[in-house]
Antibody
Framework: QVQLVQSGAEVKNPGASVKVSCKAS????????FGWVRQAPGQGLEWMGW????????NYAQKFQDRVTMTTDTSTSTAYMELRSLTSDDTAVYYC???????????????WGQGTTVSVSS | QVVLTQPSSLSASPGTSASLTCTLR?????????IYWYQQKPGSPPQYLLR?????????GSGVPSRFSGSKDASANAGILLISGLQSEDEADYYC?????????FGGGTKLTVL
C-alpha cells in the first residue's frame, strides 16, 4: 500500500540544523510531488513548501525561503527537508505529504507521513 | 492578512449534520478555487477528505465515506464541508486549503465536537 515513513524525533539546540526524511513506497515515486507542512504545539497547519519528485523543482513559502532546502533521492524514493538556524519557534511536528497532479497542476496532498517531532531547546 | 477563515469551533449532535465553512478573503473569488478539506484527529497526521470546485470538478478521498461532501456558498464567498449522519468518530479538527500562485494556504481549522 502507499505509505510515507518519516524519520524519528529530533532534539536540537538553537542555531542548529535538522534534516527530516520521508521514505515513500507503494507507488511510482517520480509521478508525484511532496509537500512539507509543520504544526506547532496546539496550533494549525503551516505550509513550508513543495518539491517535484519528477524534476526537483521547488517552491518554498516566503517565511522559510532563506533557511529551508527540500530535496529528493529517486534511487531510494526518499524526500528530505532541511531547516537551518533553528529557534524555539521551530519546535513542531513536521509532516511530509504526497501531492497529486491534475491537468499539470498540483492537486491534493492525499497521503501523509506519520510526522516527525522536532524540539528546539537549549 | 488571512486568506481563509474558519470558525474556531463547532458543536453538533450525533446523527445530525454539520456544515463547516471556509470563507475566502475579499478579492479572492471562491468560484475560482478548488477547496480541499482535511481531517485531523489528536496525535495523528491530517487525512485528505475531498476536493470541491464545482459539481463537475470534485474528488472524494480514497475510502472517505459519502456522508462527507463539499459545496460552495457563492453569496458568502465560502467553501463548505458538509458532514451528514454525524458520528462520535467525526470529532476532530478540520482544515480547508487552497492553492494560491503555486503555494498552499491553509485555513486556521475548525474543532468539531460531537456531543
Amino acid at each position: 500500500q502507499v505509505q510515507l515513513v518519516q524519520s524519528g524525533a529530533e532534539v536540537k539546540n538553537p542555531g542548529a540544523s535538522v534534516k527530516v526524511s520521508c521514505k515513500a513506497s507503494g507507488y511510482t515515486f517520480t509521478y508525484y510531488g511532496f509537500g512539507w507542512v509543520r504544526q506547532a504545539p496546539g496550533q494549525g497547519l503551516e505550509w513550508m513548501g513543495w518539491i517535484s519528485a519528477y524534476n526537483g523543482r521547488t517552491n518554498y513559502a516566503q517565511k522559510f525561503q532563506d533557511r529551508v532546502t527540500m530535496t529528493t533521492d529517486t534511487s531510494t524514493s526518499t524526500a528530505y527537508m532541511e531547516l537551518r538556524s533553528l529557534t524555539s519557534d521551530d519546535t513542531a511536528v513536521y509532516y511530509c505529504a504526497r501531492i497529486t497532479t491534475n491537468n499539470n497542476n498540483w492537486d491534493a496532498m492525499d497521503v501523509w507521513g506519520q510526522g516527525t517531532t522536532v524540539s528546539v531547546s537549549s | 492578512q488571512v486568506v481563509l477563515t474558519q470558525p474556531s469551533s463547532l458543536s453538533a449532535s450525533p446523527g445530525t449534520s454539520a456544515s463547516l465553512t471556509c470563507t475566502l478573503r475579499s478579492g479572492f473569488n471562491v468560484d475560482t478555487y478548488r477547496i480541499y478539506w482535511y481531517q485531523q484527529k489528536p496525535g495523528s497526521p491530517p487525512q485528505y477528505l475531498l476536493r470541491y470546485k464545482s459539481d463537475s470538478d470534485k474528488q472524494q478521498g480514497s475510502g472517505v465515506p459519502s456522508r462527507f461532501s463539499g459545496s460552495k456558498d457563492a453569496s458568502a464567498n465560502a467553501g463548505i464541508l458538509l458532514i451528514s449522519g454525524l458520528q462520535s468518530e467525526d470529532e476532530a479538527d478540520y482544515y480547508c486549503m487552497i492553492w494560491l500562485s503555486s503555494a498552499v494556504v491553509f485555513g486556521g481549522g475548525t474543532k468539531l465536537t460531537v456531543l
